[in-house]
């Protein structure tokens, strides 16, 4: 560990089943009476395994900073995985450690209109990043945004009630939630991120835009493709963070 970012101990002070494999987790920084990031950056996890070697695993945080020592975080258990598998196991009142904040995915200073993408958990860092927007109108006025969610089916759409709620209050706030395997219920969008990213580029012709987006590799290469092959994006309007 650097001197940067010593090891911190952080206890489970709440932890939310979101779906059947995935979980929302609460802590807080036992070390220090504040605990600084940037929206959109990582924390890592440093935890010995079985053998007593350690592993570390860097999450995404999933709060908006808010000048007090606590982070979320939102997890996948992982079949045959240790890191996620092990927070998804702690309970209320257990601790584990950490060390952070890194990543430089975080908002640019000069803000544009803004398209948020994510499938999965991926979500996190948008979550920090729309909540801490909207803490103020001089961060969110004058400028439209999009949070562009995709996943599988109706039971994995985390944070939902949030981002709707968000969007209700906020005339610039669009929540776009795609389901590519959606029951006879779902009266929503469908498909893939990339068809409804394809009709809010259409949609705003003409529009100064920057796009972040988070996930999988596979979604990730897809958006950046139909961004820059399609729409002809430059490579500084695109900033992505992958999982795998």
Not at 28 to 36: A, G, M, R, T
Not at 169 to 181: A, D, I, K, M
Request: with cysteine; hydrophobic share 30%.
């Amino acid at each position: 560990m650097t001197e940067t970012h010593p090891i911190m101990t952080a206890r489970v002070t709440r932890s939310i089943l979101l779906s059947e494999k995935t979980k929302h987790i609460e802590f807080e920084i036992l070390d220090k009476p504040k605990f600084d990031f940037i929206a959109g950056q990582f924390i890592s996890v440093r935890e010995p395994k079985g053998d007593g070697k350690f592993v570390t695993r860097a999450y995404s945080i999933a709060s908006d900073p808010t000048n007090d020592h606590r982070f979320d975080l939102c997890l996948n258990r992982v079949e045959n995985g240790f890191m996620s598998n092990y927070l998804c196991d702690r309970e209320v009142g257990e601790e584990v450690h950490v060390h952070g904040p890194h990543g430089h995915f975080v908002l640019h200073d000069d803000l544009k209109d803004t398209i948020f993408i994510s499938t999965g958990t991926g979500v996190a860092p948008f979550r920090s990043m729309a909540r801490w927007l909207f803490q103020h109108p001089e961060r969110y006025q004058g400028h439209e945004f999009w949070v562009l969610y995709g996943t599988r089916y109706e039971e994995d759409i985390y944070y939902r009630e949030e981002f709707e709620q968000m969007a209700r209050e906020h005339s610039n706030f669009h929540y776009v939630c795609t389901l590519s395997r959606c029951g006879e219920t779902w009266t929503g969008c469908k498909g893939y991120v990339q068809d409804h990213l394809r009709e809010i580029l259409k949609a705003n012709p003409g529009r100064e835009m920057q796009t972040y987006i988070c996930g999988l590799n596979e979604m990730v290469s897809g958006v950046r493709n139909v961004l820059k092959d399609e729409f002809g994006w430059g490579r500084k309007q695109i900033n992505f963070e992958r999982y795998d």
